[in-house]
Nanobody, 122 residues
Framework: QVQLVESGGGLVQAGGSLRLACTAS????????MGWYRQAPGKQRELVAQ???????DVEDSVKGRFTIYRDNGLNTVYLQMDSLKPEDTAVYYC????????????????WGRGTQVTVPS
């Protein structure tokens, strides 16, 4: 089985920075997509940023220029550097991935982390 474990959330004042990390472990042949979603109270979960299967990045418009996603392939880890944080960034941030768990696996499997809280008081 595969686990996604997040770290790095917390409380930070507006204008501050946080870095989230997510490490995938377990039965991993290769990782096709990996990134971050967030869910604020009363809102739907939304994509924040991710690496696509082609190696490019998708970044949500409201965080462009403030958030940077990067990765360490050797560690199966993806990071989200969040700068110039705003109160509207307050949410639970979830790591997400599509992973092929074995060379002979017929399809990709989807995994989610448990989430890490990011709070930016207004």
């Amino acid at each position: 089985q595969v686990q996604l474990v997040e770290s790095g959330g917390g409380l930070v004042q507006a204008g501050g920075s946080l870095r989230l990390a997510c490490t995938a472990s377990g039965s991993i042949f290769n990782i096709h997509v990996m990134g971050w979603y967030r869910q604020a109270p009363g809102k739907q979960r939304e994509l924040v940023a991710q690496f696509t299967a082609g190696g490019t990045t998708d970044v949500e418009d409201s965080v462009k220029g403030r958030f940077t996603i990067y990765r360490d392939n050797g560690l199966n880890t993806v990071y989200l550097q969040m700068d110039s944080l705003k109160p509207e960034d307050t949410a639970v941030y979830y790591c997400h991935a599509f992973i092929r768990t074995a060379a002979q696996a017929p399809r990709l499997q989807e995994f989610w982390g448990r989430g890490t809280q990011v709070t930016v008081p207004s």
